[in-house]
């Protein structure tokens, strides 16, 4: 973020130039490898086995919930003491958290083995299916288990902000995971094997996460010893209300797939998640802009430098605005085609699924600088309470739509939840707490990127008739193409001078690293 000040502001940018450098780099190849791996994976399964690995692990992603929020508190307490330099409180703080979460992990593991038999009488799974049901639930459950405990790593390394470096293990997880399903399938492995593959990339990726922590910071002694009650008391008291916001997101966002199992043929699964994960796509890119937003406010914070919490609000919103409105957008107007080329002309009628959830993710993703900035500040105590009742209409109202509309009514439950969650709720109450303005943050955030959404929109009518029957070089290439002029128009902008200026680090700390490499000077 930009922030005022000689030296905090060309270090702060000088950190968000490698961070996002690296992080959408990692990110755009993790989200390849995905999109090229599904296909492979529902080719050689087939719609119901597929269906059931979506299901499987959406029902098994609940468990993540018992993160209880102490990822973003490690990383927040990280952050703080590390500025602070107090290792001390480093050491307690994460030898306090790997223990709560080894406990909770393995608690995961055994109530997944518990439940995994009850599994295939739940839901509408064929016969045949039941056995692969139950053992896959069971491996999915111990991938689960493991998750949690392995989450310390990334959350201290997000602390001392090195996402660049989450961001390269991120994106090895996913090619192992990608090397280890093509290697399982193309030797007559099914989804039993597919889950192995997950665990065993999962594992693997914590070696070096855990060396780079050692190699960086040596001193805070990553693992059990040195833990406190003072410190387990800190975690949790920050910890609850997220926990809660996890309870609601997992409600909002996971539970779509769960909802049309249990109401409709289990093979209807596989077309809204090929919609779901299109529309995914600008939330992957605008998170990993965001996930920078915790401990930089959380130092801001510490120092009480409130007026740059402000326009850490004001910027993280548009910046991320910025991010999802050029390839949300670009997505949703070519899904017909995009679905025919990816996955197959009978998956191109879903492609309305796709403008509704992108409109849904995108206010979603709109609120998050809010939380992040209201995190840092210990003040997020309400999004529990509201993300809950929000996860809790989002169901209903998927249920009481899903007889009149289908899959529609799920993603329409979606979409009118989000809206209410962000423009009544999350955004005015940051506002407040801010003391930003409705006229400013209106005209901060909302004005300076519709002229460049309007303008990407042309020029995508523009190109209908080479998208239309487009294979899918052309279509990532009119994708580029409508990317590149949001971003252009949105850039000469007046308001978007702390853009340009971050632009404008991002293209000096990638020069300076190409030229350190090399051994020359510019």
């Known amino acids: 973020m930009v922030v005022d000040g000689a030296n905090n502001g060309t270090d702060y940018l000088s950190r968000l130039g490698i961070n996002t450098v690296t992080s959408f780099a990692a990110k755009f190849g993790g989200l390849v490898v995905s999109l090229l791996l599904i296909p492979y994976m529902v080719g050689n399964l087939g719609d119901a086995d ?60 055994i109530v997944a083995l518990i439940l995994a038999p009850a599994i295939p009488g739940l839901f509408d799974i064929a016969e045949g299916q039941h056995g692969t049901a139950k053992l896959l639930t069971a491996l999915m459950g111990v991938s689960i288990g493991l998750s949690i405990p392995f989450a310390a790593s990334t959350a201290v390394l997000q602390g001392l902000h090195r996402f660049d470096i989450t961001a390269v293990l991120g994106l090895t997880r996913s090619v192992l995971f990608a090397v280890g399903v093509v290697g399982a399938l193309a030797n007559g492995g099914g989804l039993l094997h597919i889950a192995a593959a997950q665990i065993t990339a999962l594992v693997l990726v914590q070696i070096p ?37 996890s309870i609601g997101g997992q409600m909002q966002s996971k539970t779509d797939e769960i909802v049309i199992g249990a109401r409709l043929p289990i093979g209807l699964i596989t077309p809204y998640s090929f919609a779901m994960l299109l529309s995914r796509v600008p939330q992957l890119f605008a ?79 709109m609120q998050w600088p809010a939380a992040m900035v209201l995190q840092g500040m210990n003040r997020h105590k309400i999004f529990g309470i509201v993300s809950i009742a929000t996860g809790v209409s989002n169901i209903l109202l998927s249920l009481a739509l899903i007889p009149y509309f289908g899959l529609m009514g799920v993603a329409l439950g979606t979409l009118i ?85 971050i632009v404008v680090s991002l293209l000096n700390s990638v020069k300076n690293r190409i030229f350190s490499s090399s051994g020359n000077h510019p």
Request: proline share 5%; with cysteine.
């Open 50 to 109: 597929y269906g059931l690995w979506i299901l499987v692990t959406s029902i098994v992603a609940v468990g993540s919930l018992a993160d209880f929020g102490i990822a973003a508190a490690l990383t927040k307490f990280v952050s703080e003491c590390n500025a602070l330099a107090d290792d001390d409180g480093c050491r307690q703080t994460i030898a306090s958290a790997l223990s709560i979460y080894t406990l909770i992990g393995i608690a995961l593991i």
């Open 209 to 245: 996460a855990i060396w780079w922590i050692y190699r960086l910071k040596p001193e805070y002694q990553f693992g059990f010893r040195g833990g406190s009650k003072s410190a387990v008391k800190r975690i949790m008291n920050f910890s609850w209300p997220l926990f809660m916001v």
């Open 287 to 365: 998170e990993q802009f965001v996930s920078f937003m915790l401990p930089i406010a959380s130092e801001l914070n510490a120092k009480s430098e409130q007026d740059k919490l402000r326009k850490l609000l004001l910027l993280g919103t548009r910046s991320t605005l910025t991010v999802f409105l050029p390839i949300g957008g670009t997505l949703a107007i070519l899904s017909g085609p995009i679905l025919s080329a990816w996955v197959g002309e009978p998956y191109a009628k879903y492609s309305s699924l796709v403008w509704v959830l992108c409109g849904a993710l995108m206010l979603d993703t």
């Open 417 to 501: 939840t989000a809206a209410i969650e962000t423009m009544f709720v999350v955004l005015p109450y940051a506002c407040r707490r801010l003391n930003v303005s409705p006229r400013r943050f209106f005209v901060s955030v909302i004005i300076p990127v519709i002229l460049p959404t309007l303008v990407m929109v042309f020029t995508l009518m523009a190109m209908r008739a080479y998208t239309e029957d487009g294979g899918l070089m052309t279509l990532a290439a009119a994708s580029v193409i409508s990317v590149f002029v949001y971003g252009v128009v949105f850039l000469m902008s007046p308001q978007s001078a702390p853009e340009r200026t």
